[in-house]
């Protein structure tokens, strides 16, 4: 792509209604634009690092046995008055009335409607189990909206809903959901750290949420040391396997973590060693939550079983905070010059940066290197624009990309540029015709996955 058809509007000076940096750099940075509270729009850039976000979760997903779908963001209001939310949601729900008078709402989550669903088109025993989702937006009439997308009024949300015949069956789901987010959150460039919660509105009794470490998190978290020195990008899983699996979550539920919620001050000073305390402030970028037949039962889901009995539905649903992840990821991942993005979620590979814009042979350079590093299927953000070389420096370390690839007359002299490292800052003079080969193998290094 290049900026020169690019729509990059950055801001020069820090927007005053910022509070947190993710915040101010998503501004700055021309990746969203406030519509009004807590709504948003998501500019070029921005949109380039949501579907980087949703396509590792679709990744994983698929590969633990999830199935996508969409749903709408309308649902009818009667759907929720079968399980009886309808009226305990509150001023949270934002309900709507066509011009029939019908009673609809803005979708805060999906339980109802894909239980309504499994409910009419799930017969037996031998249909299930089921694991569907969909990435969609969400509406809830936050009292606060704050913090940008972190904390926002409609946001995009990944949820998924399990579907079982019995109490076992569902722990193994909820259990295959837990390591899929362990691994989808590791190959975001991310340390989530699972902790037992509340389950809220949603319900039940089983649940986690997933958090990253932050000093602008909304939750206080105290966990155990350990959770630091687990490397979950490098977890290899058999999802079909559900002893595994319940191994992999047994390992990850084993040390002390909780939010505020549901801290035990006296529990955590006797089964964590006081070196191994940790004391911090998280975002919850992801939750989970087994249920039971909390909306099967009233919504007569069941299926018939071997024996030809009738069995009420086993259920879970599963969160991702798509879009608050964009804002998560910078707050754990900037510097003074702007944001830093780790790869697997940069919205392009690298910035080629053209010093002397008009140069006949710098010009010349840069086109057979932006065309080389595409045809090499790197994505290249060219700067092609005539602004001052230092204009084009502080831009592109503000919407950091991952790698920068300099070219300018004095390097050309000896068939040069220079490649750069976002999040070192580290330099290296590179030949030319070495450069594609260079930002293939750094691009594509395995980004930490199993
Ligand atoms: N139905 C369940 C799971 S599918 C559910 O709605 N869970 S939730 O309420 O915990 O939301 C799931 C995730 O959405 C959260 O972990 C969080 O990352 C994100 N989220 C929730 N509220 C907001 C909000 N106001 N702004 C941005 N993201 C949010």
Redesign the pocket.
Known sequence: MRLSRFFLPVLREDPREAEIVSHRLMLRAGMIRQETAGVFSWLPLGHRVLTKIMDIVREEQAAAGALEMLMPTIQPAELWRRSGRYDDYGKEMLRITDRRDNELLYGP?N?EMITAIIANDVQSYRDLPLNLFHIQWKF?D?IRPRFG?????E?L?K??YSFDVSEEAGRAAYNRMFVAYLRTFAAMGLKAIPMRAETGP?GGNLSH?FLILADTGESAVYFDRAFLDKDAAALQVDYDDDEAVAAIVADYTAPYAATDDIHDPARFEKEVPQERRVEGRGI????I?FFGDKYSKPMNCTVLGPDGREVTVQSG?????V??LAAAIIEASHDDAGIVWPQPVAPFDLGLINLRQGDAATDAACETLYEALRNAGLEVLYDDRADRAGEKFARMELIGLPWQVIVGPRGLKDGKAEVKNRASGATQEVSLNAVVARMLDACTEPPGRG
Do not use: A, L, N
């Open positions: 989550t339980e809830r936050e997308v972190m904390r926002g009024r946001f949300m949820d998924g949603i949420e919850e970028v992801g939750h939550f649903s599963y969160g991702i905070g879009s608050r």
